[in-house]
C-alpha cells in the first residue's frame, strides 16, 4: 500500500520487509533497520519463489495497490492476475504478463513440474512443504476469511482469467446516466441511488460465455486475427453464400459455417462463445418482434416500453441490462416506469433458506387459503418496494379481513335477492332518494377515481388499501348494516328495489376495479351477478375497467356522511368507556359544536341513531354545559425546552383555566403563559388536553371536522342513565342475540322460519312481553312461546339469570 509505513527488520541474519502495523507478525526478537512508506518500494525487483515460465516481459517487481490491508498478513501481497479482479486491474495498469499455471478443471499445468496434474486446493500442502524445504518459508498458518463457493455444489470457486469479447459500456457512461434520468422509478431514490451509482461505476460488459447452449456470437475470425461481425441470415449468405433451408443458428450447426477473410483470403471461422444470456434479457424490447427485419412499426410504437417491475436485485441484472442494451443500439431509455421490488422474508423478517427451514410454500398457501388472498395480502401489506414478511398466517388473516368481507356482502345480496326474485337487468332501476343510496354511490365514484390515479401512478398498494377500506368500512360496516332492514322488507316498494339497484350496482362496479388484484373472487361473483344480461362479457377480464360518474358525486353528502360515521366510532367508544353493551339501548345522544356544524348532522340523524343504539339523538353548541376539559403537561417535551424554567410554567398553568388553554390550543395552535416578566409559547407538543363528559354522560375521542375552510372539534356523549324500560328492552336484545346463535349452530337457511319457546322465571318473561313483535321480526319466528318446546334447546346465562330457548325449524 502506498501510504502504509513498512518496516526493514534483521532476525538471525536474515532481512524482512513487511508492515509496521504487522510486526507482530514477527516471532522471537529482531531489530528494525529503516521504516519508509510503502511507494517507496514502487518497482524495485525481487526474486521470484518459482520460475516456471518465462515472462514474455518483465513481472517480479513490487507494484503499489490500495487494495492492501493492515488487518491481517504482513502488508506484503503476492500478486495472482490470472486469479483476482483487483490483481488483474493492477496488472493491467503496470503492464504484468498474465501467468497461467493452473487449466480450466482447477489444475496445475504440466510446466509446474513438481505440482503437476494436482487439483489447485490439493496443492496448498506440497508448496508450502517445498519451501520449507528449500529454507524459503518463515511460518506458515491459517487465516479464517470468506470465500466464494458454488451455489449449486457446495465446492470452492476459482476465480479464473480468460480471454473474452467485451461491450465498451464505459464509453456510455454519461449516455447511460442522461437516459437514467427520464425513467420514473419506484421507488424514486434508486434512480440515482443503487441504479445511479451502479451506472457511474459502469464496467464494460464481459459479453462472450464458453458454455454450449445459448446465442451463439456472430463473429468469425482468421488465423491473421482480421474480425467480421455479422447482423443476418442475409449478411452471412453474403460471406458464406447460401444457406440450407433447415439452417440452425445455434451450435454446433452455425459453427460448421466458414468463409474467406475479406481482407486476405483465410478460412474465417466463429469465435466458439455464446453471448451472455443477460444479453437476451436486454435485447428483448425489439428481440420479441424480429425487428428491424419484421415488425417496424410495430415496435416503433412500443418501444420505450411503458412499465417493467422486478425484483431491487435487477438494479444489476434486468433492469440494467435492458437499459444498456437499448442505450449502445437505440441511445434511448427502454422503459418509461419502473417499479422495483422487495424480497420475500419469513414471518420474523428474515432471508427465507432451505438451510433454515423457513421457506414457505406458495402451493400450500395456495391450496390452504387460495391465490387471491395471497394476492391481496401483498398488495395491500406495505408498498411493493418495502420487503414483506410473509407466512400462512398473514394471508389468512387477510383473507378474513376482506375477502370474506366482500364475499359475505356478495353472499347477503345473492341471497335476499333470489328470495325477492330481484333481477338488475329486467327491473327498471328508481329514482335514487335514500341519502344513504346516494351516498354510496358517489363513495363508488369517488373510489373509482382514486383507483385510477393510484394506478396510473403506479401506487398499486394505494389503490388495493382505498378498494379495503371502502369494501370493510363503508360497504359492510355502515352502508349494509345500516340498509339490512330495508332488505327484509315483505313488500318490495321503491326504497327497497333502491337498495336492491344501488348494492348490485356497487358489487358490479367493485369486481371491476377487484379484478386486477383478485382475478379468481371477481370471475366467480362477475358470472353470477352478469346472468342475464345480454350485454354481458364473457368474463370480467374482458370487461372495461370503469370510469366514474361524475354526476353522482357529491362531496358535501361525503364530508357529512364521514362526519357521522366518526361520530359513531366515538359514540360506540363512549359506551365502551363505561362497559355499556353496545345492545342495549341508551336514552339519548348528544352532539355538540358550533351551529355550522349541528346542521350538517342532523339530516342523517337517524343513521347515527340507529349505529350507538339510542332513542333519541339532541344537539348543543354549548360546550362548556356537557364539556370540561383537563390540561396535562408533557414533561417530556417542556423539560428539554424551558429547563430550569418548565417547573415555574407548570405551576402558572395549573392557575388558569383548561377550557381557556383548549379553546387556544383548537383555535391557534398555541397558549402563552407568562412568568416572571416572561412569555412562554406552548403548544400541543407541549400539553396532552383530555375531555370530561357531565355527571352521567359519557363521551368519545373529540372528532376533527373540517368545513369550507374552517376546523371545528365535534363531541358525541352518551346518556349513561339505564331505566327499567331500557333494561327490558336489552333484555330482548339479548334473547335475538341467542336464537341467532342457535340459529347458525343449527345451519338454518338465511330465510329459513322457526318456532321459538323461552322457558324461565314468569317474572324474567313478563320483562320481555312487550318486545315479543321485535323478537320474532328479528328472528323469523312465527311463533314465540314461554315454558318448554321441542327442538333444539340450550341454556344460556344473561344478566346472571337462567334462560333455556328451544328452535324449531318449520
Known sequence: HPDFEYLLVEQDGERYILAKALQMALDGDYRILKTFKGRELEGVEYEPLYRFVKPERKAWYVVLGDFVTETEGTGVVHMAPAFGA??????????????????????????????????VKEADEKIIEDLRRRGLLYKAGTLVHSYPYCWRCDTPLLYYAIETWYIKMSALREKLLENNEKINWYPSYLKRGRFG??????KDWALSRNRF???????????????????????LEEYAGKLPEDFDPHKPWVDRVTFPCPKCGETMRREPHVIDCWYDSGAAPFAQYHYPFENVERFKETFPVTFITEAVDQCRGWFYTLHAVATAVFGSHAYENVVSLGHILDEKGRKMSKSRGNVVDPNVIFEHVGADAMRWYFFTSSPPW?????????????????????????FFYVTNANIDEFNPHRDERPKVTSELDRWLLSRLSTLTKTVRREMEGYMVH???????????????????????????????DEDKRSAYHTLYRTLEVLTRLLAPFIPFTTEAMYQNLSRGDEKAAESVHLTDFPEPVEEEIDPDLERRMELVMKLAA?????????GIKLRHPLREAVVVADEEVLEDVSPLEEYLRDEINVKEVNYSADVKRYITHVVKPNYKVLGPRFKGEARKVVDQLSKVNPDEVAASLEEKGEYFVRVGGRTFTLTREDLKVE?????????????????????????????????????REALAREVVRRIQ????????????????AVECDPEVFRKIEGYLDYIKGETLAEKLTHGEGEGYSREWVIDGVKITITVKAK
Open 86 to 119: 483487483e490483481d488483474f486491474e493492477v496488472a493491467k495498469k503496470y503492464g504484468l504478463p498474465i501467468i497461467q499455471l493452473v487449466d480450466e478443471a482447477g489444475r496445475i499445468k504440466d510446466e509446474a513440474e513438481p505440482f503437476k496434474g494436482l487439483y
Open 197 to 202: 451509482k451502479f451506472l457511474e461505476e459502469a
Open 213 to 235: 447452449w445459448g446465442t451463439p456470437l456472430p463473429i468469425w475470425t482468421c488465423p491473421n486475427g482480421h474480425h467480421v461481425c455479422v447482423g443476418s441470415y442475409r449478411e
Open 386 to 410: 418495502i420487503p414483506k414478511r410473509f407466512s400462512e398466517r398473514m394471508v389468512v388473516e387477510t383473507r378474513n379481513h376482506f375477502l370474506n368481507t366482500l364475499w359475505n356482502v356478495y
Open 462 to 492: 394505494k389503490a388495493a388499501r382505498a378498494l379495503d377500506e371502502f369494501v370493510v368500512e363503508e360497504l359492510s360496516n355502515w352502508y349494509l348494516r345500516r340498509s339490512r332492514r330495508r332488505f327484509w322488507r315483505s313488500e318490495m
Open 570 to 578: 366515538s359514540g360506540r367508544a363512549a359506551r365502551a368507556s363505561k
Open 691 to 727: 375531555v370530561e363528559a357531565r355527571e352521567g354522560y359519557a363521551v368519545g375521542e373529540p372528532v376533527a371536522y373540517t368545513k369550507n375552510g374552517r376546523k371545528f372539534t365535534v363531541y358525541l356523549l352518551v346518556n349513561t342513565e339505564v331505566t327499567e324500560e331500557l333494561r
Open 741 to 756: 346463535a342457535m340459529r347458525k349452530e343449527m345451519n338454518l337457511d338465511f330465510m329459513q322460519r322457526i318456532d321459538v
